[in-house]
T-cell receptor, first 114, second 108 residues
Framework: EAGVAQSPRYKIIEKRQSVAFWCNPI?????LYWYQQILGQGPKLLIQ????????DSQLPKDRFSAERLKGVDSTLKIQPAKLEDSAVYLC????????????FGPGTRLLVL | GQNIDQPTEMTATEGAIVQINCTYQ??????LFWYQQHAGEAPTFLSY????GLEEKGRFSSFLSRSKGYSYLLLKELQMKDSASYLC?????????FGAGTQVVVTP
């Protein structure tokens, strides 16, 4: 069974530029999550989708971050404009359903903002 | 994250046993996950506890006490490849909240 796919794996941009990350969850997984992991910290949930609907985006900085999952499968996360403090690993995870279901993580996108 | 506390780093010798403790606030608690994360890689699922007691899975075991807000991950017969960060994550109201992780260093 293929795992969660993410691209790109690495991205370097300058502050105030925009960037987009892509995620393809495990086939059949209804719930998709985007996390931000800053060096030395645990992952922090940014947004959770159930199929193509947003379940929780309370920790998403909506002035600069946006995410969509239009067809309930792939998802994109965008940052515009980027700030230095956005340098982190952006992890995508998926699960069969929400609540108590094991989440499976993709390899992440490592973002460096200069 | 939401008062999930685990030690920052632990060092142990190859072949030894290490116990990683995790304490958390009990409000809204549904269950507790342990993930392993090697440097530069994604977290991988190790265990999930929802009831009190010990769950054993090969060299790794995980324990939960719901009333005390306490869990531990036990790594036995340590191998060099076990050097990684171990993340405690609490499932609360349908969401996972992660601790900062415990970096385990296995020495020869």
């Amino acid at each position: 069974e293929a795992g969660v796919a993410q691209s790109p794996r690495y991205k370097i941009i300058e502050k105030r530029q925009s960037v987009a990350f892509w995620c393809n969850p495990i086939s059949g997984h209804a719930t998709l999550y985007w996390y931000q992991q800053i060096l030395g910290q645990g992952p922090k949930l940014l947004i959770q989708f159930q199929n193509n609907g947003v379940v929780d985006d309370s920790q998403l900085p909506k002035d600069r971050f946006s995410a969509e999952r239009l067809k309930g499968v792939d998802s994109t996360l965008k940052i515009q404009p980027a700030k230095l403090e956005d340098s982190a690993v952006y992890l995508c995870a998926s699960s069969l359903a929400a609540e108590q279901e094991t989440q499976y993580f993709g390899p992440g996108t490592r973002l460096l903002v200069l | 994250g939401q008062n999930i506390d685990q030690p920052t780093e632990m060092t142990a010798t190859e072949g030894a046993i290490v116990q990683i403790n995790c304490t958390y606030q009990t409000s809204g608690f549904n269950g507790l996950f342990w993930y392993q994360q090697h440097a530069g890689e994604a977290p991988t699922f190790l265990s999930y506890n929802v009831l009190d007691g010990l769950e054993e899975k090969g060299r790794f075991s995980s324990f939960l006490s719901r009333s005390k807000g306490y869990s531990y991950l036990l790594l036995k017969e340590l191998q060099m490849k076990d050097s990684a960060s171990y993340l405690c994550a609490v499932s609360r109201w349908g969401k996972l909240q992660f601790g900062a992780g415990t970096q385990v260093v296995v020495t020869p």
